[in-house]
């Protein structure tokens, strides 16, 4: 065992810091201006050159395989990755991805959605949640039903990131109403529909700087050849968008966290009052302090569930951990931070109280924490994972 980066990982993670202290970081005052005044917190225009700049250093298509053209670097690197871009909160991704459940397409969905999404001509979306089931997913009603050739979908989602630029969604749909009522699981199907093919897209205003979408399917008919992987046996392929989410969650909250406990320490030693640093109070050191054990424990939480995804072996339960507890830990610390910052901290002038903002959805979306825990307690108390089991 080897609990230290190897060189070309090192090289890897100093290339994107660099790239967020040169390239996003000097972009932070004009995404909180533009946010103050409602308007898009980076544009379209912007975050297309910043994509190539990145390509430039490398990084085009970070977890998409060679053979699509994208560099595949591994889950462990990719959690590094995310956590340096995390560490400023301009909304910036790398170009070249596309979501992981799209690979499982046909030849002609793959020329249709994959290669277009990781090109960058087509934006995706992924929609299971719906108003009467979040965490039970298997409450879901919107319905597909087959007519000839195609199936005519009807139902309501909501909460859809992206939803509201995408060109495209995979929807989850239940297909055989008998045997999902029965397994809860399978009668689900996943399929891919254009916004062309009449699906309604509405603005949900929510505490953070954007807003995720509802989605309409009135009577939307959609071709066979649309359906992503088999039919009924889409829930299988839910579960792996929303588990490759999870620890990505983690590893974004450690990002912020560690950006905002330097923000934290440089202030306490310049804020004097009472004719001393406030640095030098216990009250704040053991904030300090604190944050610093939690950014690390929920790091190498992060870590351990992307390594043994490396390894190619079962990481659920290890994300639920990662998910669990890195959201909770940003919550600690952003608060805190804002804490030290005094009334600074609650003003627009500096990012906390957005980070504090955007903090908050850590622990509800991708399974809320409740959801996590259950998880994570099921699998113990059923037996699938044995105390101490992984290291
Ligand atoms: C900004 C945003 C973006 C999102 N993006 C997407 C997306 O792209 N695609 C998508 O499909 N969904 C998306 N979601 C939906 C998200 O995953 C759900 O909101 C989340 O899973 C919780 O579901 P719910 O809101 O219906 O809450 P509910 O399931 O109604 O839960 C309400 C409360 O009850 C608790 N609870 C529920 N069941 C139990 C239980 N058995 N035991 C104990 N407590 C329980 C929950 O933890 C929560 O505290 C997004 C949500 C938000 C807010």
Known sequence: MHLRLTDEQKMVQETIRKFVEKELIPLENEVLRNEREGKPSLSKEKLKELQLKAKKAGFWGINTPAEYGGADIGQMMLAIVQIEVSKTFVPFQFGGIADNILYYGNEEQKKQYLIPTINGDKKSCFAMTEPGAGSDTRGITTTAVKDGNEWVINGEKTFITGGNEADFVMVMAVTDKEKHQRTGTDGVTCFIVDREMGWKSEYI???????????????????????????????????????????????????????????????????????????????????????????????????????????????????????????????????????????????????????????????????????????????????HVKVGQFI
Do not use: C
């Open 205 to 383: 205003h929510t505490m953070g700087e954007w807003g995720p979408a509802g989605l309409v399917f009135d009577n939307v008919r959609v071709p066979e050849e649309n359906i992503l992987g088999e039919v009924d046996g889409g829930y299988q392929l839910g579960l792996e968008w929303i588990g490759f989410a999870r620890w990505v969650v983690g590893a974004t909250a450690v990002g912020a966290a560690e950006r905002l406990l330097q923000m934290a320490i440089d202030y306490s030693k310049e804020r004097e009052t009472f004719g001393r640093p406030i640095a030098d109070r216990q009250a704040i050191q053991w904030q300090i302090a604190d944050s610093a054990v939690e950014i690390e424990a929920a790091k190498w939480l992060v870590l351990n569930a992307t390594f043994t995804l490396d390894q190619g072996e079962d990481n659920r339960h290890l994300a639920s951990m990662a998910k669990l507890y890195g959201a909770n830990m940003g919550n600690n610390v952003v608060d805190r931070v804002l804490q030290i910052h005094g009334g600074m901290g609650y003003t627009r002038e500096l990012p906390i109280e957005r980070w504090y903002r955007e903090a908050r959805l850590w622990r509800i979306y991708d399974g809320t924490d409740e959801i996590q825990r259950l998880i994570i307690s099921r699998n113990l108390l059923k037996g």
